[in-house]
């Protein structure tokens, strides 16, 4: 394989101030980028790759929208009802994708790479900064300068 190319790099502009949140985005932008660098224009090649690597990214992407949901629930975030909605969508156009591909339809990788960045890199800037403004909004700054949500802040 050729050497690995980053076509996405994590920025600080992309933290959501939430070490879970913010590392499971590394780990989406990761998976982008071994997208890209697994795009080699070799069919049955890329849809050994791809076949492998799937159903483990389908739970992760799933796994990381119940861990923003959850969060988002516990603190009453006013937005919920929609991310969750963007969060439906992504989830339905990804196994669309899956299910075509293990009927047989081609899939070309790069363009699959294509929306994945372009849906996460948007996501995280507009949807999920909602709720990190939101969480630095309703938290409580602790002695040490860290920020903490509390149920009193939740109350608030």
Same mark, same amino acid.
């Given at each position: 394989?050729?050497?690995?190319? !980053? @076509? ?12 879970? &949140? ?7 932008? /990761? ?16 849809? #050994?790759? +791809? ?7 389908? +739970? ?7 861990? #923003?949901?959850? %969060? ?7 937005? %919920?009802? !929609?991310?969750?909605? #963007? @969060?439906? #969508? ?9 299910? !075509?591909? /293990? ?8 363009? +699959?790479?294509?929306?994945?960045? /372009? ?29 903490? &949500? ?7």
């Amino acid at each position: 394989m050729k050497a690995r190319v !980053e @076509h996405v790099v994590w920025q600080s502009s992309y933290s959501m101030g939430i070490k879970t &949140i913010d590392d499971q985005h590394k780990a989406l932008l /990761d998976f982008v980028n071994d997208i890209f660098n697994h795009s080699t224009g070799k069919e049955a090649e890329e849809r #050994e790759w +791809f076949k492998d690597v799937i159903k483990h990214a389908v +739970f992760y992407v799933t796994e990381h929208f119940a861990t #923003e949901e959850k %969060y988002m629930i516990a603190t009453r975030f006013p937005g %919920y009802a !929609e991310h969750k909605k #963007e @969060h439906d #969508e992504f989830t339905r156009t990804v196994l669309k994708t899956v299910k !075509e591909f /293990d009927s047989g339809k081609r899939l070309v990788l790069e363009k +699959f790479a294509h929306f994945l960045k /372009d849906w996460a890199l948007s996501h995280i800037a507009i949807m999920d900064r909602q709720y990190g403004d939101y969480f630095r909004r309703i938290a409580t700054r602790k002695s040490d300068g860290r920020l903490s &949500i509390t149920a009193a802040d939740i109350a608030k």
